[in-house]
């Protein structure tokens, strides 16, 4: 089941960033640390309403953070459409609960969450080393727009945009 984000889910949240940037760190993937995300990015994303959970068997699995915010750093950027955008932050999934269809889910989730609201183009970033997402968003047909260096990390962010079918 997906669902809004609530204040009592925070623990949960915080515990699946934990191991996430434990087991990022087996691939060199420095994409999260202990600077980004932090308990705020999620306590801001609940009070905005844009931060979404997947449980299975009543537990906390997984989440996605969906809004119309772009990084400054997306300006630079070939977007194919100068409209109204969905962008995918912050997704993750307990490691224990991976490769059981959760991110599939969730990426559904923000397909049919856009087109409800009469949005269908997608955004979002991962880093370069994020071998995992970018297999992801290539599984879901969404197309590498161009890079840009972002968070003062190392290695650049790939960027991609997915336009949807009405």
Known sequence: MIRKAIMEDIKDIMEIIRQTIAEMRTYNNTQWDENYPQKKDFIDD?????LFVIERNEKLVGFLCINKIEPTEYSGLNWSLNEDCLVLHRMSVNPNHRRCGIATELMKFTEDLALKNNIRYLKTDTYSVNSKMRTLLKKFSYNLVGEM???GKEK????YEKILNK
């Open 46 to 50: 609940i009070e905005n309403n844009n």
């Open 149 to 151: 260096h972002f968070n």
């Open 156 to 159: 650049s962010f790939y960027c």
